[in-house]
């Protein structure tokens, strides 16, 4: 059988940096080597794409990482024709970005790979933007009937904004960049002191700052697949160790959070929470796969919305992988159905007229 050659896009600037570099090595490790050949390029934090042409894997105290590594070929898109280093085109019959956060999962190289004629794993251009922008996707799920935390946005940590969010707003608080995931850049504000400084850390990392109340609730996490027709998997619950499911929860402190599988729910409760996972999924327009992040009010048993992950971790200790494993699809028969529906949407986009 002949081997599917998979471009393994990794790093990035954002500020995800490195938890992309811990799940491109657990997605290195899990390609099956009979089915794949491998092609890695590693993105440095300046945004320079350089070929990789060896996997370099670095043990951390928190689990592998695999190492962006300096002096590679640079690599450059053409238009129609894939990629290429000053030596020639690069093999690439799949990318698998596996990108988080701001230039990776937010559309931009969603659209760079469209524009250079290749299918890659995950979401389209719109489906990703979308789904990056906690304001666009609350306002379609919104629109579509679906229910949200609600929210203030700010741009600035002005008199006027504070006034605006005290307006509507109690204590406590929760601030995040809107395009920013991981939960880099969030504070939770448990007094009006707090909140200035909060807003300041959040618009470090966007032009925007999202402020919702705190809600007393479980947290609930669905794994979606699928491209036209997506299946829901069973949800799962976190069980932080922090007061928040931080970034240390999720991806430096082992013991940060626990995932409880199956969430312990009535089965009419965890089939509508895959009922809204499904039709949050389509209301943003999302592909191959996303992670769905919901509240489980404490009082008064609301489903709520929080947020979508078109390209969630897939670390060691990351629940994605861990939900869909749990239904019976292993990690490495994950990556192949991945890559399958990344073909299909492929083959389908290349059947559409582009013109007259």
């Given at each position: 059988?002949?081997?599917?050659?998979?471009?393994?896009?990794?790093?990035?600037?954002?500020?995800?940096?490195?938890?992309?570099?811990?799940?491109?090595?657990?997605?290195?490790?899990?390609?099956d080597?009979?089915?794949?050949?491998?092609?890695?390029?590693?993105?440095d934090?300046?945004?320079?794409?350089?070929?990789?042409?060896?996997?370099?894997?670095?043990?951390?105290?928190?689990?592998?990482?695999?190492?962006?590594?300096?002096?590679?070929e640079?690599?450059?898109?053409a238009?129609?024709?894939g990629?290429?280093?000053p030596?020639?085109?690069?093999?690439?019959?799949?990318?698998f970005?596996?990108?988080?956060?701001?230039?990776g999962?937010?559309?931009?190289?969603?659209?760079?790979?469209?524009?250079?004629d290749?299918?890659?794993?995950?979401?389209?251009?719109?489906g990703?933007?979308?789904?990056?922008?906690?304001?666009?996707?609350?306002?379609?799920?919104?629109?579509?009937?679906?229910?949200i935390?609600?929210?203030?946005?700010?741009?600035?940590?002005?008199?006027?904004s504070?006034?605006?969010?005290?307006?509507?707003?109690?204590?406590?608080?929760?601030?995040?960049?809107?395009?920013?995931?991981?939960?880099?850049?969030?504070?939770?504000?448990?007094?009006?002191?707090?909140l200035?400084?909060?807003?300041?850390?959040?618009?470090?990392?966007?032009?925007?700052?999202?402020?919702?109340?705190?809600?007393?609730?479980?947290?609930?996490?669905?794994?979606?697949?699928?491209?036209?027709?997506?299946?829901?998997?069973?949800?799962?619950?976190?069980?932080?160790?922090?007061?928040?499911?931080?970034?240390?929860?999720?991806?430096?402190?082992?013991?940060?959070?626990?995932?409880?599988?199956?969430?312990?729910?009535?089965?009419?409760?965890?089939?509508?929470?895959?009922?809204l996972?499904?039709?949050?999924?389509?209301?943003?327009?999302?592909?191959?796969?996303?992670?769905?992040?919901?509240?489980?009010?404490?009082s008064?048993?609301?489903?709520?919305?929080?947020?979508?992950?078109?390209?969630?971790?897939?670390?060691?200790?990351?629940?994605?992988?861990?939900?869909?494993?749990?239904?019976?699809?292993?990690?490495?028969e994950?990556?192949?159905?991945?890559?399958e529906l990344a073909?299909?949407?492929?083959?389908?986009r290349?059947?559409?007229?582009?013109?007259?």
């Amino acid at each position: 059988m002949e081997k599917r050659s998979i471009c393994i896009l990794f790093g990035g600037k954002s500020g995800e940096h490195e938890v992309s570099c811990r799940s491109a090595a657990s997605v290195c490790r899990n390609l099956d080597p009979k089915r794949y050949a491998q092609v890695l390029i590693g993105i440095d934090r300046e945004g320079r794409w350089c070929h990789q042409r060896q996997a370099r894997f670095q043990p951390t105290d928190y689990g592998e990482r695999l190492e962006v590594a300096a002096g590679g070929e640079a690599v450059s898109i053409a238009p129609g024709a894939g990629l290429h280093t000053p030596s020639g085109a690069l093999d690439v019959q799949v990318v698998f970005p596996v990108l988080h956060g701001t230039f990776g999962e937010d559309g931009t190289v969603q659209g760079l790979l469209e524009t250079a004629d290749l299918p890659y794993v995950g979401a389209g251009v719109l489906g990703s933007a979308l789904a990056m922008d906690k304001q666009k996707s609350k306002e379609l799920w919104k629109h579509s009937g679906l229910p949200i935390v609600e929210y203030v946005i700010v741009q600035d940590d002005s008199q006027g904004s504070i006034a605006e969010i005290r307006k509507r707003f109690d204590t406590p608080l929760f601030v995040k960049p809107v395009t920013a995931g991981s939960s880099v850049g969030i504070s939770k504000v448990h007094r009006l002191d707090e909140l200035r400084p909060a807003i300041v850390k959040a618009l470090r990392f966007d032009e925007r700052a999202m402020v919702e109340p705190a809600v007393d609730a479980r947290e609930i996490e669905c794994a979606v697949l699928g491209n036209e027709k997506p299946q829901a998997f069973m949800p799962g619950e976190i069980l932080p160790a922090h007061e928040f499911y931080s970034y240390e929860a999720k991806y430096i402190d082992p013991e940060g959070a626990r995932l409880l599988l199956p969430a312990d729910l009535p089965d009419a409760l965890s089939r509508k929470i895959r009922d809204l996972a499904v039709d949050a999924y389509r209301a943003v327009a999302c592909a191959g796969m996303a992670r769905v992040d919901f509240f489980l009010e404490r009082s008064s048993g609301r489903i709520l919305l929080n947020e979508i992950n078109t390209i969630p971790g897939f670390t060691n200790i990351s629940m994605y992988p861990k939900m869909c494993e749990a239904a019976g699809l292993p990690y490495a028969e994950l990556l192949d159905r991945l890559i399958e529906l990344a073909v299909q949407r492929y083959e389908h986009r290349k059947s559409l007229h582009f013109s007259m």
